[in-house]
């Protein structure tokens, strides 16, 4: 027995066309102009950052918003780069050491002195074999049960 074909159409209307054929082309453009827009998003992120201690400043010393800004910003960036050398010394200086022992950490590891190799036929990962409790849970903390100083059951007569 042999099934009638049937033939079916399939009709795309020249809106939803039109619509994602926009919506490519605007894909498209902000992916040209990525890095214009991450400066501007950067910017704007930065303008509100900075609004309310540039406001501050303004009212407490009455200076002009333009000098304000200035103040802040180079406040900012003064702060941030006096924690990047308090923070990048040390950091530096670990790396240094560490890269110094390296070879002979990487002599000890291979020489089987911290980790030794496991045994041949051991697989890679074994199972974990979940121990049962010896002994049954116990209950909650009575802390929960614990009342406020002062505190009474029953009104007193």
Known sequence: MQLPRYRAEITVPARTILLLAGVFFLGWALVSVRDALLLVFTGVFLGLVFEFPTRALQRRTRMPRGLAATVVVLGAVLVVTALALVLLVPLVETLRDYLRAL????????????????????????????????????????????????WRSRPSR
């Open 103 to 150: 070879p002979e950490l990487v002599e000890r590891l291979s020489s089987g002195g911290w980790a030794t190799p496991a045994p041949p036929g051991t697989p890679r990962t074994a199972p974990i074999r979940w121990r049962r409790r010896s002994r049954p849970r116990r209950p909650p903390s009575s802390a929960w049960r614990a009342r406020p100083r002062g």
